[in-house]
């Protein structure tokens, strides 16, 4: 599985971005999917992550109730919503694929997209 995850910018405090992450591949419903991002200085931190069917999701407590992932598996492609962003949030945000169920820890995932950058200026 290839990933590539677009989306990102500059953005305002208080506004919205969406990222997308498109995969190749035939099996795209069989991975699991998270979004991770790594801010200048800090390690990897988990931010998101949908189960293969798009039935489960769990988010970290930092994004919780400002952003939703989703993913269209016709399409190939998950999403992550931004919604009222915070200069804490700039990161460069990464997609990931698992082949096997969610999980908030970046070493267990097979796959990775190179990343795309936002930045939430205050």
């Known amino acids: 599985v290839q990933l590539q995850a677009f989306g990102g910018g500059l953005v305002q405090a208080g506004g919205s971005l969406r990222l997308s992450c498109a995969a190749s591949?035939?099996?795209?419903?069989?991975?699991?999917m998270g979004w991770f991002r790594q801010a200048p200085g800090k390690e990897r931190e988990f931010v998101a992550a949908i189960s293969w069917s798009g039935g489960s999701t769990v988010y970290a407590d930092s994004v919780k109730g400002r952003f939703t992932i989703s993913r269209d598996n016709a399409k190939n492609t998950v999403y992550l919503q931004m919604n009222s962003l915070k200069p804490e949030d700039t990161a460069v945000y990464y997609c990931?694929?698992?082949?096997?169920?969610?999980?908030?820890?970046?070493?267990?995932?097979?796959?990775w997209g190179q990343g795309t950058e936002v930045t939430v200026s205050s």
């Open positions: 990931a694929a698992r082949y096997s169920g969610i999980s908030l820890e970046p070493k267990v995932y097979d796959y």
């Open positions: 591949g035939r099996t795209f419903s069989s991975y699991a």
